[in-house]
Each structure stands twice: as structure tokens, then as C-alpha cells.
């Protein structure tokens, strides 16, 4: 994930000084080449959260225990306690592999 994020902000950065730079070598003063060069940038940044959320919401589906609950199916009961992990403190129970 992190190096998603890096690859991402290296392409909004490429494009905020790409834009500036082009509007520096128009003749645009300095204040307003790097206003619209960082207002481009937004712009895309804003668009992919867009296209992100709606990717989520297209390709996510809710996990056949909350869609069981949602139903009302009578089966289907909700725990009312949680084990301790084996990871966490060993498990209690006799492993197979003994």
C-alpha cells in the first residue's frame, strides 16, 4: 500500500510541475503557473477517489454473515464470545501434528 501512495503522489507531483512548467514557458507569472499546475493535480486526485469509490462499491459484496443476519435467517446465530487466538497465548486444545 505504501508504495502505491508513493507511485501516486510521484504522478500528481509529475504532472503539478509538467503544468507549471508549461505555463512558466507561456508567460504566466509564477503565482499563477503553480496555482493551475497544483489545481490540475487536485483535479486528477479527486477524479481517482472517484473512480476508486465506485470500483468498491461495484466489485465489494458484503460477507455471507452479515447478508445471513440481514435476512433474518433463524440459523444463523451471532457468537456471543471470542476465543483467544493460538498466536496470541498457545492453544489449549491437543494439535494433530503431536
Known sequence: MQVG???GLS???TLATR???DLRAGGESAAAALNSGYHLAYLVGAALVVFALVAAIGVLRPA???EAEAAGDPEFTMPTTLTP???IGGCSAPRADR
Do not use: E, H
Open 5 to 7: 501512495g508513493a507511485i
Open 11 to 13: 504522478v500528481l507531483a
Open 19 to 21: 503544468r507549471t512548467g
Open 64 to 66: 455471507p454473515a452479515a
Open 85 to 87: 487466538s493460538c498466536a
